[in-house]
């Protein structure tokens, strides 16, 4: 088992950066696909990206192509998003989830996929 805390959310102006963090507990972190999504008042929770165990591999939605990055740093045992030039409709509660499965993208685009989820983190772009 694992568990996720994220951190890093809050207000940016739109064009603006923020880093989320998502620290998990536990000695096997390697061992898991690690995923963002996000979700907005009233929407459904979306997949952002994910990263291979071994952080060789990662897969973003579209939208979010060449502003975001996922990277993990697996001796920190945390994943992070890094998150330039943000727009209004980034604006979400943002999550991390793990998965003890090998990444697949054609599967780890869904919430179910996903054993583990961190809280949450707000992050709010202002237009």
């Known amino acids: 088992q694992v568990q996720l805390v994220e951190s890093g959310g809050g207000l940016v102006q739109a064009g603006g950066s923020l880093r989320l963090s998502c620290a998990a507990s536990?000695?096997?972190?390697?061992?898991?696909?690690m995923g963002w999504f996000r979700q907005a008042p009233g929407k459904e929770r979306d997949f952002v990206a994910a990263?291979?165990?071994?952080?060789?591999?990662?897969y973003y939605v579209d939208s979010v192509k060449g502003r975001f990055t996922i990277s993990r740093d697996n001796a920190k045992n945390t994943v992070y998003l890094q998150m330039n030039s943000l727009k209004p409709e980034d604006t979400a509660v943002y999550y991390c989830?793990?998965?003890?499965?090998?990444?697949?993208?054609?599967?780890?685009?869904?919430?179910?996929?996903?054993?583990?989820w961190g809280q949450g983190t707000q992050v709010t772009v202002s237009s």
């Open positions: 989830a793990a998965d003890p499965s090998p990444l697949r993208t054609i599967v780890h685009v869904t919430p179910k996929e996903y054993d583990y």
């Open positions: 536990g000695r096997t972190f390697t061992r898991y696909t």
């Open positions: 990263i291979s165990r071994s952080g060789g591999s990662t």
